[in-house]
Every structure is written in C-alpha cells, then in structure tokens.
C-alpha cells in the first residue's frame, strides 16, 4: 500500500483518508463514540456549531479553552455517559482540517485508537494521512502518530519515509509527546490529564468514520 504523509492541513480530494490531531480533537471523537455518542459532527466555526442548540450538545475549544456557553469543551475526559446523544464539534485547528478534506472515507486516528485505524486502513491499495498541526505550523505529536501508522507502507515516499525514521527514533511516546508546544500549553492550562489520555496507545478500540458530515462508530 501506499501512505501520503501531509505535515499540515491541505485541500484534498482522496479516496481514503486519515485526520490526525493528536491533542485532542481526534482523540475527543474517539473517546465520545467509545463512550456511547451518537455522532460527533465537526463543524468549523462557533456560529455553525451553534445551530445545533437545543438538538446536540455543543463541545469545543479555542486556544484549548471550553468555548463560553458550550455544554463541553475538547476533553476526551470529558466525554462521559453520553448514551445515545450527538455531539457538535468545534476545534481550533482539527475540524478546520476536516472541512478542507473532500475524500470517499475519512476516519480519524489518535495513540488511543491507532491499531483500530491500522487494522482498517490495511486493505486499501492508497491511503493520505492528514496532520492537523498547530495554527499553521508542524506540531510533533500529529507527525509523530503519522510516522507510526506510515510504518506499513514498506515502499515510502519521502515524506513518509521522514515520518518513519522519525518515529521509530522516539523510544517513549508520552515523553515524546511531552516536549511538542501543544502539550506544554494544555498542561499550563491545567490539561494534564488529557495529555496523559490522548497519549496512551490503544486503548480505545474504536474507529470513527465520516458519513454524511458525523463521526459515527464503524461497526465490523
Ligand atoms: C485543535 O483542534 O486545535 C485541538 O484539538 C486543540 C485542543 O483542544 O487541544
């Protein structure tokens, strides 16, 4: 198979792709549809979030902080009991990356669901991952997590191939994670915890797939 690693958001029309934003939109997703969401419908600004009032709850950041008047911020830990209930999304940099995407299959990866997405993305002859980055700039943890599911591409492109000797060259992931802009910010703002989550590798055996603008749990 073939693995397209692109560092930061772009336009793109694919057949199969991958959106990764490790801390934490993507693992947000992951862990609402782990915890019995209906859907996460991510939309890119407040305002559109905001015509779901009333029929979803609202969840979503800016700079990492709870959006004032959303019923949720961009926690994983905070994605709870949520039996049945759809939730609307709204980040700074990740679901601003989905919108930019124009492809048959998106699904999103994170270190807690990366073997779900390996496993699922196994079969397909052409795959792009999409790195979310941090306001226009390469964030580590995205790249890093796209190097480790480049790993089965036996045949990389230099991009992927960079991505590669990158992750294999990181021997712990959290403390690793720990070094990116991002992760020091969410800790300054008293987000620690969801660092600690959004680093640790499968424990969510989940895959969160796009259809009809919601993330909803692929069921094999
Ligand atoms: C984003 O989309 O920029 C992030 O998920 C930010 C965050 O809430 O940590």
Known sequence: MRIFVHPLP????SDVCVLIDALRATCTISAALA?????????????????????ALLAGERNG????GFDLGNSPNEMMNLQGKEIVLTTTNGTKAISMLKCDTVVAASFPNISAI?????????????CSGDNGEISL???LLAGMIAELDENPTDAARISQIY??????????A??????????????????????SVDTLDVIPILKDGVFRRLIS
């Open 10 to 13: 772009k336009y793109l029309s």
């Open 35 to 55: 915890n019995g969401a209906s859907g996460v419908r991510p939309v890119r600004s407040i305002k559109e979030a905001l015509k779901f009032r009333g029929e």
């Open 65 to 68: 902080v709870k959006i004032e």
């Open 118 to 130: 390996k496993n699922f993305i196994s079969s397909f002859d052409r795959v792009d991952l999409i």
């Open 141 to 143: 943890e995205d790249f």
């Open 167 to 176: 992750a294999r060259s990181v021997h712990n992931i959290k403390e690793e």
């Open 178 to 199: 720990l070094r990116s802009s991002h992760a020091r910010h969410l800790i300054e703002i008293g987000f620690s915890k969801d660092v600690d989550f959004c680093t």
